[in-house]
T-cell receptor
Framework: DTGVSQDPRHKITKRGQNVTFRCDPI?????LYWYRQTLGQGPEFLTY????????KSRLLSDRFSAERPKGSFSTLEIQRTEQGDSAMYLC?????????FGEGSRLTVL | GQQLNQSPQSMFIQEGEDVSMNCTSS?????WLWYKQDPGEGPVLLIA?????ELTSNGRLTAQFGITRKDSFLNISASIPSDVGIYFC??????????????FGQGTRLTINP
């Protein structure tokens, strides 16, 4: 499978715990994006990397959220001290110059 | 911030019917994109529009970039069961084409009765 891969697909955690999601983009894609999607809504932009550089962050990305792409390949999104409002689908997407390709998402449920 | 409003929010139709949905914005977009999302999956691009007035087809799907640059329409002809899903419009905000983030509408959920 050469698409965007996300892990885990589902995560259930208790409030206050930390969680980390991983995204493996399509191999030749230098641009990587994280979006968040809550029930009944469209995806909302969180952050964008070009190679290893994080070039843009949304105001939605509070200080409890951190994203990295250390070698310009895979990326991680960590949420510290999770809150119930963090429950959502976290989507990763990648592109080179053309179409944006989305992964299947990581669904987070915070109890 | 810029928002995209989709209409209708949901549709219940019979198999074989044609479908029309639209997307409007309070500000100008220079690119309009239409995505489909199946349950438990990420969105998949259906059609991209880059020029005002442009009409583009992809099989049974046809989309148009509104002349005012503030709206777009998606039509599906002769609907089939696999058309079920949520359809999103999206675009890069601002005047810069190729801007790095997309704004999405809230989606139109399509349900088909066989």
């Amino acid at each position: 499978d050469t698409g965007v891969s996300q892990d885990p697909r589902h995560k259930i955690t208790k409030r206050g715990q930390n969680v980390t999601f991983r995204c493996d983009p399509i191999s030749e894609h230098n641009r990587l994006y994280w979006y968040r999607q809550t029930l009944g809504q469209g995806p909302e932009f969180l952050t964008y990397f070009q190679n290893e550089a994080q070039l843009e962050k949304s105001r939605l990305l509070s200080d409890r959220f951190s994203a990295e792409r250390p070698k310009g390949s895979f990326s991680t999104l960590e949420i510290q001290r999770t809150e119930q409002g963090d429950s959502a689908m976290y989507l990763c997407a990648s592109r080179y110059t053309g179409e944006l390709f989305f992964g299947e998402g990581s669904r987070l449920t915070v109890l | 911030g810029q928002q995209l409003n989709q209409s209708p929010q949901s549709m219940f139709i019979q198999e074989g019917e044609d479908v029309s949905m639209n997307c409007t914005s309070s500000s100008i977009f220079n690119t309009w994109l239409w995505y489909k999302q199946d349950p438990g999956e990420g969105p998949v691009l259906l059609i991209a529009l880059y020029k005002a007035g442009e009409l583009t087809s992809n099989g049974r799907l046809t989309a148009q970039f509104g002349i005012t640059r503030k709206d777009s329409f998606l039509n599906i002809s002769a609907s089939i069961p696999s058309d079920v899903g949520i359809y999103f419009c999206a675009g890069p905000p601002g005047w810069v084409q190729g801007a790095q983030k997309l704004v999405f509408g809230q989606g139109t959920r399509l349900t088909i009765n066989p």
